[in-house]
């Protein structure tokens, strides 16, 4: 049996030393460079600064339990406030994944059209949250293409080795833990969070941006035309198979035609609202850390035996922040 | 309910005409353009260039198809021909899909690590095809980031509207249908097709390129650095979601743990072997043609009223090329 990928690779040959062959020193990797990490270069997150969304079980009787970070400051907080009420509000209890499309979204929420007969939103909800999609950046810094122009910026913003196609007078990196892009418009430097495998974003119609009620997993190809254009409220750390794996609607837009096949959503809560034995506990490897800037650049420069021509670039989305889990405390 | 696909909205709009308001003229969209081109902008695929993948039927009973279009000269010919073989002998059927790996691929063929209890391979097939993952560009074109420098190209190259991170001397675009890079390489051009959501390519080791027996299907983020490093046989051009919705496995590099979850396969067959009146038909938009000219552009700079930021850009693996059924001859 082939294999594709190095980590795969290297799992077989950990289980099968070559006994009587001299060992060669181990490639660095991706991989590798993570394992190597110091304590110090891992980021804790905030249980408050997670949703803890169950599914109802599968057929088979399985637990499906999808971990949510929200997205920081400066993005999107009006939405993110939204989201915490309604998590604390218990909104989405209840409520179901009522869209699931091939190579882009897995879509929950109400799912109700008429508003007549839409589940009513909590008190404390900003019908309107301001569309800002981007934030000022505080630093004068931008990057075009892969001319770096910098001055006085802000450090804990981590260029990419690479250009992208999406951002014409700016650049794509790595910020607080998030990929960003960043570039200079008009008067000033502004930055925003990009749409990756995993991203959950705010669903909206043509002339209003959302509450956040309805929120959406990107579940294939990045879809980076939606930066700027949709409120991004955090990514699925954990379990995004269990939206990527649910069956595809039938109906218009991809909407569950019979509302039987509608998957039960038997709660959201903050992490933080749970028992503290059961809080789930996870941390980062911060992006302006030695290691991480390894990893990308191992990431767009694969020099491990499976590899016979680099890249020499990557784009944002195909680097995957390392996330673990630890115990709890 | 909120929409995050203009596609979606037109079709809401379709459905609810609003009375007595003047009708405005309706936005030109990717999906507008694809329905507007002429019959004679489509090109036929041969059924004899189609394998036609069946699952078992999954836990309700329905049928599982998977369509894989194999890709034509000058790529990965050598591998072709093996799999064009494999499939003449009905080697897969009672194979299996053993590997799934979320965001990653999903594999399939025998599975079996030990050469001794491996499956063997029908008579005639290539054990070691050439490790030609590129092919000479028979022209002297070649684009730069957004640069282009023409020189009696190959017409039916087309380039798209945007740079490309893992390119670094080169461009990418469409050939014949196909999303590819070609950049200059030393003393000449090279062109090579892209890994997108849905490529089927050849899982292979370290130490050699495979034989095209154990394949896989990309259902994830565009794992582009794997170009050049592994032959691309193919495309899934309908039922990826049968491969995309498989439960991820447990064991070992995404191996299904327990044998008993692996999805067999009950047969695999090339088009042109099917019953005349079950061959299946399809044709994909020329991508030499205006018409697909125009829906990249749109593609790459959103118009339509759901968009408010268009991009500017748009990466090659964000560009489905329009394939559709077409009714039995």
Chains 1, 2 share one sequence.
Not at 125 to 139: D, E, G, R, T, Y
């Amino acid at each position: 049996m082939g294999w594709i990928d190095l980590t795969a690779i290297a799992l077989m040959f950990a289980a099968t030393p070559l006994a009587g062959q001299e060992s060669k020193p181990e490639p660095v990797t991706p991989a590798s460079v993570v394992a190597a990490s110091t304590a110090s270069e891992w980021v804790p997150i905030d249980p408050a600064d997670l949703l803890v969304m169950d599914l109802a079980p599968d057929t088979k009787g399985a637990e499906r339990e999808v971990i949510v970070q929200l997205i920081p400051p400066p993005f999107s907080q009006g939405w993110v406030g939204n989201v915490r009420t309604l998590a604390r509000a218990h909104w989405w209890d209840g409520t179901s994944v009522y869209r699931v499309v091939d190579n882009w979204v897995a879509q929950w929420g109400d799912g109700e059209d008429d508003p007549k007969k839409a589940k009513p939103l909590p008190a404390g909800i900003a019908k309107a949250p301001p569309a800002n999609f981007s934030a000022p950046l505080p630093c004068k810094v931008y990057l075009f293409q892969k001319k770096v122009l910098k001055e006085e910026c802000d450090p804990s913003v981590t260029p990419i080795e690479g250009i992208d196609p999406y951002v014409l007078k700016g650049q794509t990196g790595f910020a607080a833990g998030w990929p960003v892009a960043f570039a200079l418009e008009g008067d000033g430097n502004r930055i925003w969070p990009t749409h990756c495998y995993g991203t959950v974003g705010v669903a909206r119609d043509i002339d209003n941006a959302g509450t956040g009620a309805e929120l959406y997993a990107v579940i294939g190809q990045a879809p980076r035309q939606l930066d700027r254009n949709i409120a991004i409220v955090g990514r699925v750390i954990e379990g995004i198979e269990y939206l990527a794996t649910l069956p595809r609607g039938r109906g218009e837009a991809g909407v569950y035609a019979d509302a039987a096949l509608r998957v039960p959503i038997v709660s959201v809560r903050l992490g933080s609202e749970l028992p503290a034995a059961g809080q789930p506990r996870f941390e980062y490897l911060a992006t302006d850390s030695k290691s991480f800037a390894d990893y990308v650049h191992l990431k767009a420069n694969r020099n491990d035996r499976f590899y016979k021509v680099p890249a020499g670039g990557i784009d944002v989305c195909n680097v995957q922040v390392p996330i673990r889990r630890v115990a709890a405390q």
